[in-house]
């Protein structure tokens, strides 16, 4: 079962930045369409940004022009930057298989399909 760990989130003020990193165990990380998620309280988990094994990325417009994701697959790990935060932006951040597609497809070189077991997140707070 691959794991997966996200770290990097904490409390910054409106305008700052971080950096959100997710590690994930297993060979085949390379191969998978990964995505960042979040979760708001009292919301349902959306998908914010991913990123295909050839490196074509994705954005929803409520973040598009301030996030940016992006891999490294020699250390399995996916990197979400977070620039010019906003209140809206709080929430609880995961990384997954990019779910655009059904779980099991294969498209283009990647593999979709969010994984139904999820790591523990990582918790970004924005003050206004």
């Known amino acids: 079962q691959v794991q997966l760990v996200e770290s990097g989130g904490g409390l910054v003020q409106a305008g700052g930045s971080l950096r959100l990193s997710c590690a994930a165990s297993?060979?085949?990380?390379?191969?998978?369409?990964m995505g960042w998620y979040r979760q708001a309280p009292g919301k349902q988990r959306d998908l914010v940004a991913s990123i295909s094994v050839a490196g074509s990325t994705n954005y929803a417009d409520s973040v598009k022009g301030r996030f940016t994701i992006s891999r490294d697959n020699a250390k399995n790990t996916v990197y979400l930057q977070m620039n010019s935060l906003k209140p809206e932006d709080t929430a609880v951040y995961y990384c997954?298989?990019?779910?655009?597609?059904?779980?099991?497809?294969?498209?283009?070189?990647?593999?979709?399909?969010?994984?139904?077991?999820w790591g523990q997140g990582t918790q970004v707070t924005v003050s206004s």
């Open positions: 997954n298989r990019d779910s655009k597609y059904p779980s099991g497809t294969f498209y283009r070189g990647s593999h979709y399909g969010a994984y139904d077991y």
């Open positions: 297993g060979s085949t990380f390379k191969i998978n369409a």
